[in-house]
C-alpha cells in the first residue's frame, strides 16, 4: 500500500508561479514512479508530469513542458510540482498517483496504482 497526500493548491493570478507537494509513504520500491495528473469537471484526467524515484528521471505532458518541473526529495519523501506562467487553462484538480508496476513510462492514468485525494489549482485571469 502507497499513500498520497496533496497540498499546496489555491487561486493563483494568470502569470504567478505556485508550488504542489505530494507525501508519499507506504510501501516504496526502485521501480517506483510518482505523477502528477490533473482534471477539470466533464474532462478526462490529463497526465502533467513524472519522476522515477531512485534516479529521477523525468517525463513532462506537451501542454506544461517548459513551464513545470517536477522534483522529488527521497529524504522527506517528498515530490513536488513547481508552476510557473500559470494561465487559466491550468485550473483543475491536480492529483499525484503511484505506478509500482510499470517498468517503462506511462501517461495512462489507469496504469497508476494509487492516488492521492486531489488539490484545487485556479488561475484567475
Known sequence: QVQLVESGGRLVQAGGSLRLSCDVSGRTSSRYAVGWFRQVP???????AAIRWSIGSTLYGDSVKSRFTISRDNARNKVFLQMKSLEREDTAVYYCAADVHTTGWTMDPQEYDYWGQGTQVTVSS
Open 42 to 48: 466533464g474532462k478526462e484526467r490529463e497526465f502533467v
